[in-house]
């Protein structure tokens, strides 16, 4: 009878929690089982690991082996347990020495040739290893970019299960040498970081829209586009990364670490400039904001946080998916719950979205040349429903450029709008240093009564007098204000800043 044990982490989101993986192997019938809530794909270790230590030259134990996977309340799931599982059985054997694996994380999938294969999630998990205090960590080779993200740990690379029995001071054949070294060969490269980001000032005209633009990123609004083909609307919401604030240190990791959690941090690498995120108007609304069966995956609205939604052709999308942005809108996460976990994953992004004004798509001005009839029009709009227009900011009409030349001759660039943004943003996180929120569209409510002055808030009482706006329609107009007077170097916002913020929030009815 032996016990050999190991450590490994799992992932319920972006929440990691330490697993204990202790094989216990017993004289018997030869049995191999792994207990302790594992899911269809951790079951299938088994075959797996077997096969993984045949391959390396290790004589697999003839008797019954039991992996128990610890806390055995809470489900595992994913092939990342795999390396940890034979670390710990190869222990329980005596195949390899027990107290190198003394506090040390062991994470991979393995492959029935032995090989070890890169896993998803690395970059929280050896965030949490970290933060717990384990000093060591056995990864794939192929994980090691990410491992190099996170100072003062000790990571060490492996491209076979052989490998890690040398490393621990057990015995192999050499046969899974040849093997590794063919692997190595014909690996594919990982993948380039993504390009960056067009610059406002290949947009011709549209002056009234980038400032527009520029207010949205100053003060994390929400914002939507409005007007006929070929107006640059896309153009416009593609370019908006380039304008916002940098992300800082503690932003870019976690935005790398849901990329991992994707399996695409390769095609990005770290990067300060903030997600852009642009689905297909045939988006669902799992698409959107996560889901799927057993553990709940991240959806749009998590891989676009601290960055960028852009909804072309919102009023395509169905309308039970654009529902689904509401809560996120507003409380900056989303929580999916399943039968046996409830998930929560972080969704603080700007949503951008970009219409045409009818089917025909020239229905502005004088109507003219729309050939649309007026219930199809209403039909095609009421997709946006009273409550998703009411979370946007920031409403405004993109009209088509009249004039080429003056289009050419003038244009802010991305580094000059990004400069005003910044400036703003800044004095913003001054403000609320207290409170630690980062821009004005987190301000609350009773923060905004109490600090706005009252000949602004004249204002807006008049406006919801009338109807203009709702509470909370009004509450988001007093933000844009804030960051309107932001963007001019007042220390508050004027009577003037309400009503230009209620311009931008009801242009669009």
Known sequence: MAVGSTLSVGLLGLHAFMIQSQAFVSSGLPYFSIIGLPDASLAEARERVRSACQAAGIAWPQGRVTVNLSPASVPKHGSSHDLAIAASVLAACRAIPAAPLHNTVVLGELNLDGSVLPVQGVLPILLYAKRQGCATVVLPRGNMDEAALVPDLHAVPVDHVGELVERLGGQTSNEWKALRRLDLATSPRPAGPAPAPGDMSEVMGQEQAKRAMAIAAAGGHHM???????????????????????????QQLEVASIRSLCGNLASYGISDVPPFEAPHHTATAVALVGGGSGVAQPGLVTKAHHGVLFLDEATEFAPRALQTLREPLESGHVTLSRSKTTTTF??????????????????YGSGERCTCRERDRIRYFSHLSGPILDRIDIQIDVLPVQDLHAARQSGATSSQLREQVVRARRKAQRRFREQQWTCNAQASGQ?????????????????LSVHMVSLRGAHRAMRISWTLADLDGAG?????HVRQALMLRTKVS
């Open 447 to 463: 923060w905004l009564r109490e600090h706005t002055p009252s000949a602004a808030l004249n204002v807006m009482d008049q406006a």
């Open 346 to 363: 972080p969704a603080r992004f700007q949503l951008v979205m970009a219409s045409n004004p009818c089917p025909c798509g020239y229905g």
């Open 224 to 250: 939507l586009m409005v007007g006929p083909p070929g107006t640059g609307k896309t153009m416009l919401a593609q370019r908006m990364p380039s304008i916002m604030c940098p992300l800082t240190e503690a």
């Open 492 to 496: 508050a916002p004027s009577a003037d």
